[in-house]
T-cell receptor
Framework: AQKITQTQPGMFVQEKEAVTLDCTYDTSDQSYGLFWYKQPSSGEMIFLIYQGSYDEQNATEGRYSLNFQKARKSANLVISASQLGDSAMYFCAMREAISWGKLQFGAGTQVVVTP | DVKVTQSSRYLVKRTGEKVFLECVQDMDHENMFWYRQDPGLGLRLIYFSYDVKMKEKGDIPEGYSVSREKKERFSLILESASTNQTSMYLC?????????FGNGTRLTVT
């Protein structure tokens, strides 16, 4: 069964606007972690932000913030003030407690930032 | 900075060939992973290893095997390459931190 669902295959956003990328997850573990990665056209996977299941505050890293709603099992990524360099594929991923550190990924969302 | 190096950026192989994809990490990480990435499917875990000579199947291990003889090196082996194994292959390592990825190997099987 799919554990990470990203329902937006692609989206356009104008420069300087904010964009929200949706991610829902499925787990019965109480302890887990949620990650977002960025993959530009060059192919490298860049770690953006992490949220632990016990973290009470939403994670933030610069222009990235994670809107964590535990009861809804959602972990949406918010990118504020979009830049042209934000054009990339974005992946949501989850690590469950007993998993040897492996991540399960969603299908990804392609973001295109327009001038 | 952690460096994960995949030996080839692009590979073209023929159906039935034995293919080796090599991955080396320089941060003494315990855990190493092989994923394949296909459009619309995201990244799917093929195999992972949590220690030297230890390996565990991921979600799609069929048609693949792995080798971890040294801590820093994790090899993915396609015993007899098939066209449905044409894909981007990504190696990663971690110590239960965020995964650090290599730049990927784009494999084409003809």
């Amino acid at each position: 069964a799919q554990k990470i669902t990203q329902t937006q295959p692609g989206m356009f956003v104008q420069e300087k606007e904010a964009v929200t990328l949706d991610c829902t997850y499925d787990t019965s573990d109480q302890s887990y972690g949620l990650f977002w990665y960025k993959q530009p056209s060059s192919g490298e996977m860049i770690f953006l932000i992490y949220q632990g299941s016990y973290d009470e505050q939403n994670a933030t890293e610069g222009r990235y913030s994670l809107n964590f709603q535990k009861a809804r099992k959602s972990a949406n990524l918010v990118i504020s003030a979009s830049q042209l360099g934000d054009s990339a594929m974005y992946f949501c991923a989850m690590r469950e407690a007993i998993s040897w550190g492996k991540l399960q990924f969603g299908a990804g969302t392609q973001v295109v930032v327009t001038p | 900075d952690v460096k994960v190096t995949q030996s080839s950026r692009y590979l073209v192989k023929r159906t039935g060939e034995k293919v080796f994809l090599e991955c080396v990490q320089d941060m003494d990480h315990e855990n190493m992973f092989w994923y394949r990435q296909d459009p619309g499917l995201g990244l799917r875990l093929i195999y992972f290893s949590y220690d030297v000579k230890m390996k565990e199947k991921g979600d799609i291990p069929e048609g693949y095997s792995v080798s971890r003889e040294k801590k820093e090196r994790f090899s993915l082996i396609l015993e007899s390459a098939s066209t449905n194994q044409t894909s981007m292959y990504l190696c990663a390592s971690s110590n239960n931190s965020p995964l650090h990825f290599g730049n990927g190997t784009r494999l084409t099987v003809t």
